[in-house]
């Protein structure tokens, strides 16, 4: 079929690199609308959508731009986006009705509302997207102290955040724990530093998905994991336990029933453990959406924001997969004391059933800072019905404060996290305003544990309460949005087990990847050292051809792991060996000038 396609070019810029765009207008009820117009603010560029409601067109590539998209009886919907080579970006349009936001207010006065406006610039951050007037709902204390509970309908695309990804950045997180962060490996008692990274794929290098990994000290399995969506297990000895009690490890993979060991073990900092096992690729649709939220009172300034959002997201995330069957479910909580503890919906592929739950949910009670976050992660973890088979399993967990951190919760706590892992369920914490330097390490630790990672929103938005900045070197701003679309994207695209007999289809496969995954934590800046690598794609052979001497470089993989780290490249033409990696986007790193360079290689045998 073919697509509504506008291009304009302006002769001035014909210098400049293009990017497309493309993506999809529906309703509320996931109806395409036909012929909505999609236009860039201030640049006479726009599309409109076909009989299937999808539209593309190519603009020139700037830091950053505005689509607004409109059709008669729609509200207009704006969305500022920083513009890569190939990008798809999906609208949800909201029936027109009254301009005015419905509140309802329980209390003794009404809410009041102003206009924020806000300009942030930081060092620390790049990409920093804002949107300078905002109408903020707050929350207040009448003078009788009560309480008044805010129902705010809420634009999507307002909300900012960041990652910090610290599989990423090993080195760091080791350093951080070391010094900034090391008083909270007492108050949680978790500590992750020995790591372990098994990789099992096919002997044709196709990533197994969603088998069970274990790690043993002698004959006690002390861990256990599952393979993620590029064929990696994450093994953690001593979390819980600073005694040197290792004695003997080994790791074991169990697949249809048989096992594999891995014969020498070796600790992340000296290489991944590699298993091929001989076996058909196997495909995989099931992903598992799960949707945790801190419900109290405190998250008054936002929680309306994140339900407007989440929706939004929901909706997007079903147009990135038409073959994945996504089974989606929600826990809302609170604390010990209040109307209730926690409210659940269980998983359902029927999606409209979540999002009325999650519409349905405000904010209340609550009092001290601490949550029930660990009934929470229960009720998720252990009472709701994950997929027996699944390419992933995400557990976004939205709070603005800490569990309890009695004797009780912290052996429940780490109940939980060796059950998440078990089950091979991703944590991704998203911290609101609140958080504190306690917490965020909590937080990072369970999304380490688990393979997940941890994002934060920020205060480039304007909405809610102050936001800490997380200890870490730089971080991206983007929206919410997109950075969980992109997460989202990132724990489910591999490789389908037909591209394996076909190296130009495997090839495209993996360029449409690509195309649709955002680097991440990646400045981009000019280079001055110069860096060739060829062949791209290539089938495990590369050169690396540099003006000078490079200290240290690293290869990762889509998540943002590091996979190896070659130290001293020297002058001239270097040779990497990427033959024992799965097929897949991988990324080159290197410092210059202080800063992060990063090149993107694709592997395809």
């Known amino acids: 079929m073919t697509l509504t396609v506008i291009l304009f070019v302006i002769s001035i810029f014909q210098s400049n690199a293009q990017c497309l765009i493309k993506g999809k207008v529906t309703n509320e009820k996931k109806e395409a609308i036909i012929g909505a117009t999609i236009l860039i603010q201030f640049v006479d560029v726009e599309a409109s959508t076909d009989i299937d409601g999808i539209f593309s067109f190519k603009t020139f590539c700037e830091d950053s731009i505005t689509l607004e998209v409109t059709h008669i009886g729609y509200k207009k919907t704006e969305r500022r986006i920083l513009t890569k080579e190939n990008m798809v970006v999906n609208f949800i349009l909201k029936e027109d009705g009254p301009m005015l936001e419905e509140v309802t207010v329980t209390g003794d ?230 109307v209730y503890l926690t409210q659940q919906s269980d998983f359902s592929d029927k999606i409209n059933k979540t999002l009325d739950f999650i519409e349905n949910q405000n904010s209340g009670g609550g009092g001290d800072r601490p949550e029930a976050v660990e009934s929470a992660l229960e009720v998720a973890i252990n009472q709701m019905t994950w997929s027996d088979k699944a390419k992933t399993r995400l557990l976004f967990l939205v709070l603005d404060a800490p569990p ?47 393979n997940g990672t941890y994002t934060f929103l920020t205060d480039d938005s304007g909405i809610g309460n102050p936001h800490i900045e997380p200890t870490t070197d730089s971080y991206d701003v983007e929206l919410l949005n997109d950075l969980l679309v992109r997460l989202f994207k990132q724990y489910t695209q591999t490789p389908s087990c037909e591209a394996k007999e076909n190296k130009k289809i495997i090839k495209e496969e993996i360029a449409e990847i690509a195309m649709i995954t955002t680097e991440t934590e990646m400045e981009k800046t000019i280079p001055t050292l110069s860096v060739n690598y060829y ?71």
């Open 404 to 450: 309890h951190d009695d004797e009780d919760v912290l052996k429940k706590l780490k109940e939980l996290t060796l059950k998440a892992s078990e089950k091979g369920i991703r944590i991704i914490p998203i911290a609101a305003s609140g958080i504190d330097k306690s917490t965020e390490y909590l937080m990072r630790c369970l999304a380490l544990s688990t």
């Open 109 to 338: 006065k009404m809410k009041y509302r102003y206009d924020y406006a806000t300009s942030h610039s930081n060092t620390k951050k790049s990409g920093v997207m804002l949107k300078s007037d905002y109408t903020i709902a707050h929350s207040y204390y009448n003078s009788n102290s009560k309480k008044s509970e805010i129902i705010l309908k809420s634009e999507t695309g307002l909300l900012t955040a960041g990652e910090v990804n610290d599989f990423g950045k090993w080195k760091m997180w080791q350093d951080i724990t070391k010094n900034e962060l090391k008083e909270y490996q007492f108050t949680w008692k978790m500590n992750l530093k020995n790591r372990y990274t098994v990789q099992v794929m096919t002997q044709e290098g196709i990533p197994i998905i969603d088998e069970e990994v274990q790690l043993l000290n002698g004959k006690e399995i002390i861990w256990k994991s599952r393979t993620d969506n590029t064929g990696k297990a994450e093994l953690w000895a001593n979390v819980f336990d600073e005694k040197d009690n290792l004695n003997e490890l080994s790791a074991l993979v169990i697949y249809n029933g048989e096992t594999y060991n891995v014969v020498v073990l070796e600790t992340f900092q000296e290489g991944i453990n590699m298993i091929g096992i001989k076996t058909k690729c196997d495909i995989l649709n099931e992903v598992d959406v799960m949707f945790v939220v801190d419900a109290t009172f405190s998250m008054a300034d936002e929680i309306n924001y994140l339900k407007s959002e989440l929706t939004d997201i929901i909706g997007q995330m079903q147009a990135i997969d038409e073959d994945a069957i996504i089974n989606l479910g929600s826990v809302f909580y609170r604390d010990k004391g209040d």
């Open 535 to 605: 062949p791209n794609p290539t089938t495990g052979q590369l050169t690396i051809e540099v003006s000078a001497d490079i200290e240290e470089l690293f290869i990762t993989d889509l998540s943002g792991k590091i996979i190896q780290r070659h130290l001293n490249l020297q002058t001239g033409k270097n040779e990497i060996d990427l033959t024992i990696f799965p097929s897949g986007i991988y990324f080159i790193q290197y410092f210059n000038d202080g800063k992060t360079e990063t090149e993107k290689i694709v592997l395809a045998y």
